[in-house]
């Protein structure tokens, strides 16, 4: 082939398609996990959706998180109600409505303890992971290895240039065990996302978008329940009505190092009730 026929074919490639190489390099997973916590703080808001052919459910949470330890301080709605929740250390603090602090011993917050034990980093949060809406173990899920990692498009998130990757896990990797009694799981959601599909899935594909420092700006994930499996985890028993069944998560992260404001509540304000209301529901 000529000269001028090379560069033609070239130029050609160029303009319909980009070509392979005009793509950019794909960073790894854990680098991107790094630069994120390296900010330590950020805003943060966490979509949450269940979608079933009779009925659906929708969380959103916002506020501020720490992503280093695993602390934040989120407002929740669902069901049209929000409830004011702060996690640090090991305490789970939630603000009591006033109709409702008779019960709690007439205290605007009742606290929940989760063992002794630090948890900070991809595994932080013990307590936030039973409701499903902590920041922390979302982006630690970028602290595993991806089977595989691809660079998806150009984008823009919250005005602001992003890049997107959609990276391959395996959920054997994130479906992480049990810990005692509590039902406490390791990556919060995205582990209960993860283990949800039946017939099962191999991969979840967790999809990222990157800003120029190379921080995770959104992090997005889906899977559906199709039938039900002969033992049920407790979120497939509680959609097996519902099929098929979709629950979906976004975490949308900004204003990273700015000061946070995580610290607990007055100790006169505080009434502790046990883990197990918070695992009945009751809280």
């Known amino acids: 082939m000529g000269t001028l026929a090379i560069a033609a074919t070239g130029a050609l490639c160029l303009a319909v ?37 009779r009925a659906s459910m929708y969380i959103l949470a916002e506020g501020e998180a720490n992503l280093f330890s695993g602390a934040y301080s989120l407002g929740v709605q669902a069901a049209g109600v929000t409830t004011n929740e702060l996690f640090t250390g090991n305490d789970l603090y939630f603000q009591v409505p006033e109709g409702a602090r008779a019960t709690n011993g007439g205290k605007p917050w009742a606290e929940v303890v989760f063992g002794s034990g630090p948890r900070s980093g991809p595994d932080a949060a013990a307590g936030s992971e039973l409701t499903e809406v902590d920041p922390a173990p979302l982006v630690g899920v970028l602290a595993a290895q991806p089977e595989s990692s691809i660079f998806v498009a150009k ?15 395996r959920t054997s990797a994130l479906v992480a065990p049990l810990f005692g009694g509590g039902g406490e799981m390791k990556r919060g959601v995205i582990s209960l996302i993860a283990g949800l599909p039946h017939p099962s899935e191999a991969i979840l594909p967790v999809y990222v978008w990157l800003d120029r ?71």
Do not use: M, W
């Open 17 to 53: 398609t980009g070509c392979a190489s005009s793509a950019p390099p794909v960073p790894k997973a854990l680098a991107i996990y790094e630069a994120t916590i390296s900010a330590r703080t950020a805003r943060a808001r966490v979509y949450l959706n269940v979608h079933a052919p």
């Open 155 to 169: 984008s823009v998130v919250g005005g602001k240039p992003a890049r997107e990757y959609r990276l391959d896990f």
């Open 213 to 283: 420092q190379g921080r995770a700006v959104q992090l997005a994930t889906s899977a559906t329940l199709e039938t039900e499996p002969a033992n049920p985890s407790s979120l497939q028993a509680a959609l097996a009505n519902q099929l098929p069944a979709t629950v979906s998560v976004r975490v949308d992260l900004g204003n990273f190092g700015e000061r946070v404001r995580l610290e607990p509540p007055p100790v006169g304000e505080v009434s502790r009730v046990p883990l197990s209301q918070l695992q009945a529901g009751v809280l």
